[in-house]
């Protein structure tokens, strides 16, 4: 049977269990969520965490080896890989163009680190990217060197800019009107979504799905009804959904309350962890459950008490994004 006869009855065995049809089916090989690399009806989610992210004072500065030992060690675990470089190949091919979508929004407090995403182009490289085919990227280029990213837009190695205007002509996709980052539709084929795990004052949380209100020109205009069901709609995008091939979540520092923006320390607090996924939606549920905790730990209402349950998820599950319920979800926690 040939590779692409194999692929083929993989991707009908997913859609026939009902295996999560987002992110899983869009490796260019089939590595499945179990160790055997079979298939599993649960989207599974890795927590890896480290006592030595953190405690932070300021502005928090990672160390970038012990993200990428982290990175190594969840996506072993994600993949079922026995090695770092093998669980990467899974996820790259070498003749991919990366592009890392990163969240700055929030400022130097509270927004992906840099040390995060340079080690995720380290891996790519891993898996044999050259570097000038990977960037590093969101919505304006004077925001990535804000929030610690060195700008790279025409020199050699990794690039890193922002879209800057340049976006698609007016896409019409189910509630979404608006256009998409070029950067996205024209110079990748392998998107990693890494977004910081954070509350928001109108949608309850914002992460995975939320990250991609960066990739459009318009975000204001999808913010009605709590953002339901405009979030879920931009990433049922095939530019969005088709090219995803990883989640990796900041959950070094994560805030629950006053977000998007960091307002006070009061709500920030050293989770020290990063999730990786190949589904987005499951991220987001699992981030909503932290989020939780905390607010349950420090006297805070739940989001849900508090008008602001995050609807959207299991809107963006009804469209077959991924996951929204905890017994469709395997969530491993690591220490590191």
């Excluded at 990366?98 to 407090?109: A, E, L, Q, T």
Aim: glycine fraction near 10%; proline fraction near 5%.
């Amino acid at each position: 049977m040939s590779e692409h006869t194999n692929r083929r009855e993989f991707l009908r065995r997913l859609v026939a269990t009902g295996a999560g049809a987002y992110g899983l089916s869009r490796l260019p090989r089939s590595s499945g969520s179990e160790p055997n690399g079979g298939l599993s009806a649960r989207s599974k989610v890795v927590i890896v965490r480290s006592s030595a992210l953190g405690p932070f004072e300021g502005r928090p500065q990672p160390d970038q080896s012990l993200l990428a030992d982290m990175l190594g060690r969840g996506m072993k675990e994600l993949t079922g890989a026995r090695s770092a470089m093998k669980a990467w190949a899974k996820v790259f091919d070498a003749r991919d163009l990366v592009s890392i979508k990163v969240n700055c929004i929030g400022g130097p407090r509270c927004s992906t680190r840099p040390e995060l995403a340079r080690a995720i182009a380290a891996s790519a490289q891993m898996a044999g990217v050259v570097p000038g085919n990977i960037t590093i990227w969101d919505r304006r280029d004077r925001e990535l060197p804000a929030t610690g990213h060195v700008l790279n837009r025409h020199g050699p190695g990794v690039k890193c800019y922002g879209t800057e205007g340049d976006y698609t002509d007016e896409v019409r996709h189910r509630s979404f009107r608006g256009r998409i980052s070029r950067i996205l539709t024209d110079r990748t084929t392998a998107l990693v979504n890494v977004p910081i795990l954070k509350d928001h004052g109108s949608t309850g949380v914002t992460a995975a799905l939320k990250n991609h209100y960066g990739t459009c020109d318009n975000p204001g205009a999808h913010h009605a009804n709590r953002c339901n069901p405009y979030l879920a709609d931009l990433n049922h995008l095939p530019a969005i959904r088709d090219k995803t091939r990883l989640i990796v979540c900041d959950a070094i520092q994560a805030v629950c309350e006053g977000g998007p923006g960091f307002r006070s320390s009061k709500y920030l607090w050293d989770y020290g962890g990063i999730i990786l996924s190949f589904d987005p939606v499951a991220v987001d549920f699992i981030g909503w459950q932290i989020i939780e905790q905390r607010r349950q730990e420090i006297g805070l209402p739940s989001l849900v008490e508090s008008g602001r349950e995050p609807k959207w998820i299991a809107t963006a599950e009804s469209l077959g994004l991924g996951a929204a319920r905890e017994d469709k979800i395997e969530s491993v926690e690591m220490w590191v």
